[in-house]
């Protein structure tokens, strides 16, 4: 057994000792996250951390308490035993308490990379920025490292380790940013100066935006876009607690997408094999071909609708509700029995000149006689769950496609829009050959990725332009 | 190994690396967060973290390393560490970088607490939670919710300059929300704002609040919204509660004048600011009733301090004067950078993340007016209140928020509920439009301001009133 694991073991050991027949679950997890951010084209911020947090639920005489610290040492983890056993005897009753999960074994996830130096970032970033040729650049690149261990009185006891690594970067010209992204699991596989000739080749093309008036226009959304969509129908649309509570628009068996929508969740291709209550995880169909298939849950809201837990429980100061965190859109041609991101395979593009992110969407722009092109969305706010109603602006770079070929970079726009309208069948004119994984915005070896190929869509609802 | 002990072998550790600067933070905090859904408890979560940040500049790159254990070996190898990751930053480099002059100080502070969150028994916040959630329930809600949140934080700060600092501060807050499901979408009502209202107080703060009083009305409120009529759509005179109005100020005022944001160090992800510091103390941001200050000094606002975490003082300072801008938040290293000669709103979200700008309480001070006059002397407008969904650009110019609920006003009386209110605009034209402001006014707090890459979650203060605003753009939908 690694450290991690005896550290979980010993957490529920020493509960045990204090509350007999305590049902206890106790999750340890080491994070190595080093980040190294660059902005006007030099290094300004450059960071790491390595920190142990060890995070123990009680359940004992129908009342439930949990807490977590960070431990450095043995004496931590029995004050930490110490607090949360007091806790729970005082604690409020819980007849929601979902119970504990019983011995299974995870499936294992890819090797990790090695802790990575931070010359080795240095120089990735380095690569971007003269990549860029001449124009300024802000960004970032990150590596993470993850050991992790859980354990509970039932006898469950599994342990795990997954890397990651990533860049997000923008190149700027005169007011006008280009972006480009990648988030493989190696740092062999990050090629900083491809990102950064991508970033460029978008920001040469958006120079001098004219602004449109607002109104619904027919768009195709990069990958970086429909990340947005793809996170927005996780958290809210097939949250099994949202599903409970009524807030979410997401009905099993319901036929609720276009037939050419299949939405997967695989959380192995990070490495993160068991969730917070020590479920093994597998790859989760959510939609298939049009049709809501499953719903995500932990073993409370699983209770709840009388489901079984798909092992989407995480650690949420808020119970936000067991969300789909690896969640990918399938693209077109992608075969049903096969990930839709493997992790490694997908690189940055060098095939395609100008603003558009790869030949895939090169194909979709060519489908549009009058529409939008749309590289990123930006503060998207729920205005209304049940309709899955957002709103939120453009960046990045949007051009006019007339005829089939982008023709004129834009300003941004503001938008008012329901994602789920967006997709509903008929709405949906083409998705894209390739996935990109999107590196998602916290910062875990396991953190959310969203797996996504460009969306061509019918309508977009525009409702105001950079003036108002 | 004393906290003090601890940073100063950490700094000294940067030092020896090579450092030309060092300094370090150690830091202990816990957070306690209970919630109750539907006459029950739905959560309680109890978290406390410990550990040293130490940052270091050689050259002109900084680096961090942060480290939870406090061990002489553990924190000398993390000084190390940051002299390593600053010497790697140089690869990619400035020529040169500096800070703001700082007097090195030894200074103690406190927040006011009269009694401990920590001590409150966790079955007097689940009764208080569960009954508010009860009464709502009772009064018309289907999903009711409420919560209550205490933080506590230590700090012991040192830097190679010699600053020796230490601080203790608590913060608590309490919120109720319900929501009405109707026939495909839903209504929200809230008591006393979205997520709740929190203060650098103590227990003493969730008691004043007194949820449950406000349970009933909310529960109401959230059902009666179902089938009022929808907010109408066009340009009219806008009128704002004051917790919407914080929330403004927070999103297209405080974040604009942060001066990373300015100088382009957030450019990939926060964004930047469309101010211009070439600007600064001539450029009208807003009409003649504008007055902004950033002050980490009013007791028990959210935003308030002692010492920044660079170890400079609190201290007032206007942002905006009779509708011009005339300051910003600054840390050292951006204030040296931009060539004015403060700094002091810099902080971190724990001993794990590096030091950034961050807003204290950035708010308005009071106008001639209140409320009650302003509603009087409008003939035709809307009045909203209570924020529902907040979204602006990366620039800080176009924002859209929608609110809770919403009212006619005619003829200088409220009128009919109006559902799903919206408005939208352009910050400097906006805040031009602003002709009324209140004199009620409420230090607003927000426990979420996030930033910063990893992420950063910010406690902010927000002093606001009620204010009318002319010509918005209101009803934008789906």
């Known amino acids: ?468 | 190994m004393s906290e003090f002990t601890a940073a100063e072998t950490a700094v000294q550790a940067a030092i020896d690396a090579g450092a030309r600067y060092a300094d370090a933070r150690v830091m202990h905090r816990r957070h306690e967060v209970m919630s109750a859904r539907n006459g029950d408890v739905d959560s309680v979560s109890q978290t406390s973290d410990s550990g040293l940040g130490v940052r270091s500049m050689v050259g002109s790159g900084w680096g961090f390393f942060a480290v939870a254990d406090l061990a002489d070996s553990s924190v000398r190898e993390a000084g190390r560490k940051a002299a390593e990751i600053a010497a790697a930053s140089g690869l990619v480099g400035r020529g040169d970088s500096s800070l703001v002059p700082s007097e090195p100080v030894t200074g103690s502070w406190s927040s006011d607490c009269a009694i401990d969150p920590f001590e409150v028994a966790l079955s007097v916040k689940g009764d208080m939670l569960v009954r508010a959630t009860e009464l709502m329930r009772e009064h018309g809600a289907d999903l009711a919710e409420a919560m209550c949140q205490s933080w506590e934080t230590r700090k012991w700060f040192v830097s190679s300059e010699g600053h020796r600092i230490d601080q203790h501060i608590r913060e608590s807050g309490a919120g109720i929300m319900a929501t009405a499901i109707g026939d495909g979408e839903t209504q929200r009502r809230s008591y006393p704002a979205n997520r709740g209202q929190y203060r650098t107080r103590g227990w003493e703060f969730v008691e004043e609040l007194d949820i449950v009083a406000h349970a009933a009305r909310v529960g109401s409120e959230a059902r009666q919204l179902l089938s009022a009529p929808v907010c109408p759509s066009g340009e009219t005179t806008l009128i704002l509660g004051s917790e919407q109005l914080a929330l403004q100020i927070h999103e297209s005022v405080g974040h604009a004048i942060e001066l990373d944001r300015i100088l382009g160090w957030e450019a990939a992800y926060a964004g930047t600011s469309w101010l211009d510091l070439a600007q600064l103390g001539s450029l009208k941001f807003g009409s003649e009733l504008m007055n902004i200050t950033v002050d980490p000094t009013i007791p028990g606002a959210l935003g308030s301090f002692g010492y920044d975490d660079e170890g400079t003082p609190a201290a007032a300072r206007d942002a905006v004067r009779n509708g011009i801008w005339v300051g910003v938040l600054a840390g050292r290293d951006s204030g040296a950078m931009a060539g004015l000669d403060y700094g002091g709103s810099v902080r971190a979200d724990g001993w794990a993340r590096l030091p950034m700008v961050r807003m204290t309480n950035v708010g308005l001070e009071p106008g001639p007016h209140t409320l009650d006059e302003i509603i009087a002397a409008t003939d035709e407008g809307i009045y909203m209140e209570t924020n529902r969904s907040w979204s602006i650009d990366d620039r800080r110019l176009n924002f859209q928020f929608g609110t809770e609920v919403g009212y006619e006003v005619k003829n200088g009386q409220l009128g009919r509920l109006v559902r799903n209110p919206t408005y939208t605009g352009i910050g400097p034209q906006f805040w031009s439009s602003m002709d009324m402001l209140s004199s009620e006014i409420i230090a607003w707090g927000t426990p979420n301001c996030g930033k910063g890459q990893p992420g950063q979650i910010g406690h902010t203060g927000h002093p606001a009133a009620p204010a009318r605003f002319q010509n918005v753009r209101v009803g934008v939908r789906a």
């Open chain 1, 1 to 468: 057994m690694s450290a991690v694991t005896d550290l979980a073991a010993s957490a529920v050991e020493q509960v045990a000792a204090v509350l007999a027949g305590a049902e206890v679950e106790a999750s340890v997890n080491n994070h190595r996250l080093s980040l190294t951010r660059f902005a006007n084209s030099v290094i300004h911020q450059n960071v790491a951390e390595d920190s142990t947090t060890v995070r123990i639920q009680i359940h004992h005489g129908g009342r439930t308490a949990s807490a977590s610290a960070t431990v450095a040492d043995s004496s931590q983890l029995v004050a930490l035993v110490a607090r949360v056993s007091d806790a729970v005897r005082v604690a409020p009753l819980d007849p929601a308490w979902g119970g504990l999960t019983s011995p299974a074994r995870p499936l294992d996830g890819p090797e990790p990379d090695v802790v990575i130096a931070p010359a080795e970032r240095a120089a990735v970033v380095r690569a971007f920025v003269d990549g860029a040729q001449g124009l300024e650049t802000a960004g970032y690149c990150r590596t993470n490292f993850w050991i992790g261990a859980f354990a509970n009185a039932a006898g469950q006891l599994v342990g795990g380790r997954a890397s990651e690594v990533g860049l997000s970067g923008i190149a700027r010209n005169q007011g006008s940013d280009g972006v480009a992204r990648h988030a493989p699991l190696r740092i062999a596989d990050l090629d900083g100066a491809a990102l950064g000739a991508r970033a460029a080749a978008k920001a040469r093309a958006a120079v001098d935006p004219i602004e449109l008036p607002a109104g619904r226009y027919e768009v195709v959304l990069e990958p970086t876009a429909v990340a947005d969509i793809v996170e927005s129908l996780a958290g809210a649309g097939f949250n099994g607690k949202a599903v409970n509570e009524q807030r979410s628009f997401v009905r099993v068996g319901a036929d609720q997408f276009d037939p050419s929508i299949t939405l997967i969740d695989d959380p192995l291709a990070v490495g993160s094999t068991f969730d917070n209550e020590g479920t093994p995880r597998s790859r989760l169909t959510l939609v298939e071909r049009g049709r809501t298939v499953a719903l995500t849950h932990d073993r409370r809201t699983a209770a709840e609708a009388g489901a079984t837990t798909t092992g989407h429980a995480f650690d949420s100061t808020f119970s936000w509700g067991p969300m789909a965190r690896h969640l990918g859109l399938q693209p077109t041609g992608a075969a049903d029995d096969v990930a839709a991101d493997d992790g490694a395979a997908d690189g940055v593009a060098t095939e395609v000149e100008g603003p558009m992110a790869d030949s895939s969407v090169a194909e979709l722009v060519a489908g549009v006689q009058r529409g939008l092109l749309v590289t990123d969305f930006w503060y998207t706010r729920m205005l209304d769950p049940r309709t899955l109603a957002i709103t939120g602006l453009t960046r990045n770079g949007v051009w006019l496609i007339e005829n089939g070929q982008v023709t004129t970079p834009l300003r941004n726009f503001r938008f008012t829009q329901s994602y789920a309208q967006a997709l509903m069948p008929g709405n949906v004119l083409g998705i894209g050959r390739t996935a990109m994984p999107i590196p998602g915005d916290t910062y875990t070896a396991t953190s959310p990725r969203w797996s996504c190929p460009a969306l061509h869509l019918a309508s977009w609802n525009f409702t105001g332009g950079a003036s108002g």
